[in-house]
């Protein structure tokens, strides 16, 4: 057994047992590999393994290697922030864009999807406990951007994506509990699915308190080279 494969299946070993202390269904909740830094050949290795679902915070690292593995059938996810001028390449190679905050952002990404495309699954980032250094809109903006958003073409709202303050865990079931308040904002209900929250630190908690998928890097690759950024 290779180093990625103990890797995955300890963290996917995680996920269970915190499904089971939360008497959820461990299918409910899906491992997105946070792969940032981390070569094209490690992603191969790792998709080989069954991982299917790979996220990416700095677009044109993130371009590079959807080149570079076009014949793999990987789900990519953009999990940074979101820039204006950075729609088009999120708009036309993700299948997934998580830190969408406002709504000319969503309107781009609608405008900017191919008609020949499925719809691009996106994530209204909250910024759920107030950290000045956070992305993410407020959370009493959420019932709006809902009911706005989820009326745009080629675009589909599928939830929430939230990233508290270290120790903070109790942010967790707030976000659950907006998940939930805001539901009947949205113009296709049964397309809100998603609680995108809890990374290797405190994924327990995050799917104690509801997540449906979970961000794990180093845990699954091993330590960051940032001097590789692109």
Known sequence: MNQFQQARNQVLNQIKNACDCARRDPAMVRLLAVSKTHPSQSLREMYQLGQQCFGENY??????????????????????????NKTKHLAEKFDWVHGVDRLIIAERLSNQRGDDQSALNICLQVNIDGQDSKDGCAPDEVAELVAQMSQLPKIKLRGLMVIP??????????????????????????????????????????????????????????????????
């Open 165 to 230: 303050a270290p120790d903070n865990t109790a942010a967790f079931a707030d976000a659950k509990a907006l998940f939930d308040a805001v539901k009947g904002q949205h113009t296709h209900p049964e397309d809100w699915d998603t609680l995108s929250m809890g990374m290797s630190s405190d994924l327990e908690a995050a799917i104690a308190a509801g997540s449906t998928m979970v961000r794990v890097g180093t845990a699954l690759f091993g330590a960051r080279d940032y001097s590789q950024k692109g």
């Open 59 to 84: 677009l044109q690292e993130a371009l590079d290697k959807i080149e570079e593995l076009k014949d793999l059938d990987i789900e990519w996810h953009f999990i940074g922030h979101v820039q204006r």
